[in-house]
């Protein structure tokens, strides 16, 4: 299979709320992130935290946080939330949606990992699809790391590389 030429076009966005606390994780992520700039042009943003988080009630953080990551859209980004609710994918069928999100021409694709609860309704409004890693909880900070690989892996399936083993 060929990386499509919407795969130099497009442009994948991981937005992320807070910072990554564990310098392991980081270096890892930026293992990662390192190899996805081969295929695609990605960035990874993040949100920083909220600064008064400990008193505010989860609907409060939720929306407040809401808030900042609609601020980071722009129209025509084709926005997917990692979410625990969201459909699963064996590491070959990641690979598959990954291409065809590429063929539908999209400018950006933004994957989100929210805070440690979630969403807010006007977040989740705005996102066509929710994808989750597994049926496991893992804390928001470890999903951008196992995320980050398995979109490296995706690109390697669809090139036809030797990264993945069936």
């Known amino acids: 299979m060929m990386i499509n030429f ?6 994948i ?3 992320v709320i807070g910072k990554t606390d564990d310098e392991y994780l980081e270096t890892g992520i930026m293992k990662y992130v390192g190899r ?17 988080r400990k008193t505010l009630t989860v609907q409060e953080q939720k929306r407040q946080e ?3 990551i609609l601020s980071q859209l722009t129209p025509g980004d084709e926005v997917i939330l990692l979410d625990e609710k969201g459909k ?3 590491s070959r069928a990641f690979s598959q949606w990954v291409e065809r999100l590429a063929n539908a021409n999209y400018k950006r694709v933004v994957f989100v990992i929210g805070g440690p609860y979630g969403f807010s309704d006007d977040v989740y409004d705005k996102a066509k699809h929710k994808i989750s890693l597994s049926e496991m909880t893992f804390s928001h900070q470890m999903v951008r790391l196992v995320f980050v690989e398995q979109l490296y892996r995706a690109f ?8 993945h083993h069936d």
């Open 156 to 163: 390697t399936i669809i090139k036809g590389e030797s990264y």
């Open 36 to 52: 996805l700039e081969h295929y695609v042009s990605f960035e990874m943003k993040v949100i920083p935290d909220l600064k008064n």
């Open 13 to 15: 966005m991981l937005l």
């Open 66 to 68: 809401g808030i900042m």
């Open 88 to 90: 699963t994918f064996t």
């Open 6 to 11: 919407y795969f130099c076009i497009m442009k």
